[in-house]
């Protein structure tokens, strides 16, 4: 956001809770067309509020998706997960992926890593405490916990007591601002790549505009500006891979997907 969105955002919410007999939608529209508050600011508000009625489960990378190490791995071998998959801390577990005991940070492998191999300490000696949450917890709390704690990853934890999965603070606050991609992220495909067969693979991130002028449509949304977001504000959700959404003559199928955003659409013509 810009330098003192912030404090227009506060002065934004103040006004608008005045007009108590108004929905909210209908409040940030108003606000947003009488010039009080940024749309990009709308969004972010709308996210905000919206943390309390999702859940971890909604945003963790699954069990079996988690980049970990057994704790009694070498720590060269964890500096090798460290810097194939780009993370900078790596959960540590004990026998299997429900017994997680710690947290490696790659920082605390440099010193050791210099050492000499018979002098290196072993993984659960430079480990710090493993943080556990209910995968039930609401994000709002979450973002609390992390913020108080200052911790940046949490292991969600099923009814059972077992692993489901794994959150990190950056999780959470792409859905407030959006993804947030840094040098480690893989390069995105195309915005839009035409198939042998007529369909087109669409980035999600392609803005309405753009979808608009190529497929002949008037997509509009006060919330958000890329077509992977209107499809996900018409579902009032993430979409799973599959999921179609007819748009005038046009047909958008969800192609890939994770719990955080639409990455692909396959569009073709409606049936």
């Known amino acids: 956001m810009d330098e003192g969105s912030n404090g227009t955002i506060l002065s934004a919410i103040r006004n608008l809770f005045r007009k108590a007999d108004s929905p909210l939608d209908e409040m940030f529209k108003d606000a947003v067309a009488e010039g009080e508050i940024k749309s990009d600011d709308v969004r972010v508000l709308q996210n905000v509020i919206d943390l309390e009625d999702r859940h971890v489960s909604e945003i963790m990378i699954p069990r079996p998706d988690i980049i970990c190490a057994e704790q009694d791995s070498p720590l060269a071998e964890v500096a090798e997960l460290i810097i194939q998959h780009g993370h900078s801390r790596i959960p540590i577990y004990r026998d299997n992926r429900?017994?997680?005991?710690?947290?490696?940070?790659?920082?605390?492998?440099?010193?050791?890593?210099?050492?000499?191999?018979?002098?290196?300490?072993?993984?659960?000696?430079i480990m710090r405490p493993v943080h556990f949450v209910p995968e039930t917890t609401n994000l709002k709390s979450l973002l609390h916990d992390m913020q108080s704690r200052k911790i940046h990853l949490a292991v969600a934890l099923d009814e059972y007591g077992g692993t489901a999965g794994l959150v990190t603070m950056?999780?959470?606050?792409?859905?407030?601002?959006?993804?947030?991609?840094?040098?480690?992220?893989?390069?995105?495909?195309?915005?839009?790549?035409?198939?042998?067969?007529?369909?087109?693979i669409v980035s999600g991130r392609v803005s309405l505009d753009?979808?608009?002028?190529?497929?002949?449509?008037?997509?509009?949304?006060?919330?958000?500006?890329?077509?992977?977001?209107?499809?996900?504000?018409?579902?009032?959700?993430?979409?799973?891979?599959?999921?179609?959404?007819?748009?005038?003559?046009?047909?958008?199928?969800?192609?890939?997907?994770?719990?955080?955003?639409?990455?692909?659409?396959?569009?073709?013509r409606a049936e």
Not at 171 to 194: F, K, N
Not at 256 to 266: N, S
């Open 98 to 125: 429900d017994h997680m005991v710690g947290v490696v940070h790659a920082k605390d492998i440099l010193g050791p890593l210099l050492q000499p191999s018979a002098d290196q300490p072993l993984v659960t000696g």
């Open 170 to 200: 950056e999780d959470v606050l792409e859905q407030i601002v959006g993804e947030i991609g840094d040098e480690y992220d893989s390069l995105r495909p195309e915005d839009v790549q035409e198939l042998p067969d007529g369909s087109q």
């Open 210 to 268: 753009e979808i608009n002028e190529r497929f002949g449509l008037e997509l509009n949304s006060e919330l958000v500006e890329s077509i992977g977001g209107h499809i996900s504000e018409l579902a009032g959700r993430i979409p799973a891979v599959g999921e179609s959404f007819d748009l005038g003559e046009w047909r958008f199928q969800v192609h890939e997907a994770d719990a955080k955003h639409i990455e692909t659409l396959r569009v073709l």
